[in-house]
């Protein structure tokens, strides 16, 4: 009998920024409640699931030798979370996940989360399991705080962990910089830091409704004054460096910066999109990261793509 082998999908995911993240004390079982906005910008990785007699996990693109290949990869864990959920079997899924890397590892950006969102929107589709939205966001949020996200795309208000989402309404194109470091930073660790610092000072972000206030008016001029993380403290005292990346951002033009997250990637704010250009190239000459890349935002969560790049 002929089988046939289904077609190869691949599926674009976003990275995030978050504009707003304000982190609670620590929780008994050690997450820290969170009331966050998430914004998915223009930097995705590419996943492609397909059916493979080499079961397996490969990776390129950018930083992609700081990624496990094995059950450590996000990716994979949403493989095998999601043969459970349809009764497969997990340590039998006959499925390859070949993932293009553009989100900076361990910066900051939710690039694992992003992955795993990805491969949960391609293998319902290769396994034409049919779950909508909603049943893929509650296995999602069982990978992870950010995963969720990952899938919807946007703007939106997280909660929670980060897990419980709300879309927010923002009227505009906001035009980033973003300024990534050789070396990410482990978000454990940074949480750790912002639990030391606490103990001597308590500064916090303030409350999130202005911040979904200027979002609804669409100016990056009032949204640019609201711009908050508390994890930033935290991020500089493990990497001072950043201080500097941020002055130079803010020196060079931009309307405002912030660390993305727990870091060290750092994310301006920009007037328009030709000013993001101009101060993307005075920043990547400036000495104080890696490299530079202009985004935007909001876009999309996880999506197919058309046409394989890399059948
Ligand atoms: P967080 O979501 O905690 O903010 P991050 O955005 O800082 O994380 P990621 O790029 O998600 O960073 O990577 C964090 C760590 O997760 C990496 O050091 C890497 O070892 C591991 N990891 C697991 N799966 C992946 C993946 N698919 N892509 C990138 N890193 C992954």
Redesign the pocket.
């Known amino acids: 009998m002929l089988s046939v082998v289904p077609t190869p999908i691949t599926v674009r995911v976003p990275a995030k920024v978050n504009l707003h993240l304000s982190v609670g004390d620590s929780r008994q079982d050690g997450y820290h409640e969170l009331v966050t906005v998430f914004q998915a910008l223009s930097l995705t990785?590419e996943v492609t699931v397909r059916s493979s007699d080499e079961p397996g996990i490969e990776?390129r693109g950018e930083?992609s030798d700081?990624?496990?290949l094995d059950s450590?990869?996000?990716?994979w864990r949403a493989v095998t979370e999601l043969a459970r959920a349809s009764g497969r079997d997990p340590d039998d899924t006959g499925v390859r996940v070949s993932?293009n890397?553009g989100?900076?590892?361990?910066?900051?950006?939710?690039?694992?989360?992003a992955?795993?969102a990805a491969t949960l929107f391609a293998l319902n589709a290769l396994w034409k399991l049919e779950l909508g939205r909603d049943e893929l966001a509650d296995i999602a949020g069982r990978l992870?705080s950010?995963v969720p996200f990952a899938l919807q795309g946007g703007t939106a208000l997280g909660t929670g962990r980060g897990e419980r989402l709300v879309p927010v309404l923002a009227r505009h194109t906001y035009h980033w910089v973003i300024a990534l470091h050789g070396e990410?930073?482990?978000?454990p660790e940074v949480y750790g830091e912002l639990d030391r610092l606490r103990r001597n000072s308590d500064n916090r972000v303030g409350e999130v409704e202005p911040v979904l206030e200027a979002l609804a008016s669409g100016d990056p001029r009032e949204l640019a004054l609201l711009l908050g993380n508390d994890l930033q403290a935290a991020a500089v005292s493990l990497r001072p460096v950043l201080r500097r990346t941020l002055r130079a951002g803010v020196d060079a033009g931009a309307l405002a910066g912030i660390v993305s997250?727990?870091g060290p990637t750092c994310a301006f704010l920009c007037t328009d999109g030709e000013d993001a250009v101009r101060i993307a190239a005075e920043l990547s000459g400036a000495g104080v990261c890696r490299t530079v890349r202009v985004a935007q935002g909001p876009v999309a969560g996880a999506r197919l793509v058309e046409e394989h790049s890399d059948r």
């Open positions: 990785d990776v930083g700081d990624v496990p450590d990869n996000l990716a993932i890397k989100i900076p590892v361990a910066g900051g950006m939710a690039g694992g989360s992955d795993a992870g950010d990410g930073l482990g978000t997250g727990s």
